[in-house]
Nanobody, 127 residues
Framework: QVQLVESGGGLVQAGGSLRLSCANQ????????MGWFRQAPGKEREFVAG????????DYDDAVKGRFTTSRNNAKNILYLQMSSLKPEDTAIYYC????????????????????WGQGTQVTVSS
């Protein structure tokens, strides 16, 4: 089965940067639309960024637009989230997710449409 593993989280001061990675260590290794979500204590899991199967279409939540960039390396089956100008309100557990909808230009913000999830990586931004 698909097994998504996130890495790259940690503690950073406000204004700093982190790059998260998500790798599929299971099977199949096919490329599909993927997304990043985050969940802070006491809050619902929310959409952060998404990218289509072919990498052409991306979408971002307004709270991170202009600061975060998602990309993918399909040859290595790795998804990235480059985070810059981090703010304390970015503190959360970050999850990558995978949808079996394989249309080339498909991206969705709806967490209920994602089929597989990683275990998450903690990002903490200090004041």
């Amino acid at each position: 089965q698909v097994q998504l593993v996130e890495s790259g989280g940690g503690l950073v001061q406000a204004g700093g940067s982190l790059r998260l990675s998500c790798a599929n260590q299971g099977r199949p290794s096919s490329t599909f639309s993927m997304g990043w979500f985050r969940q802070a204590p006491g809050k619902e899991r929310e959409f952060v960024a998404g990218i289509s199967r072919n990498g052409v279409v991306t979408d971002y939540d307004d709270a991170v637009k202009g600061r975060f960039t998602t990309s993918r390396n399909n040859a290595k089956n790795i998804l990235y989230l480059q985070m810059s100008s981090l703010k304390p309100e970015d503190t959360a557990i970050y999850y990558c997710a995978f949808t079996a909808n394989g249309q080339n230009y498909y991206v969705t913000k709806n967490r209920n449409l994602y089929d597989y999830w990683g275990q998450g990586t903690q990002v903490t931004v200090s004041s």
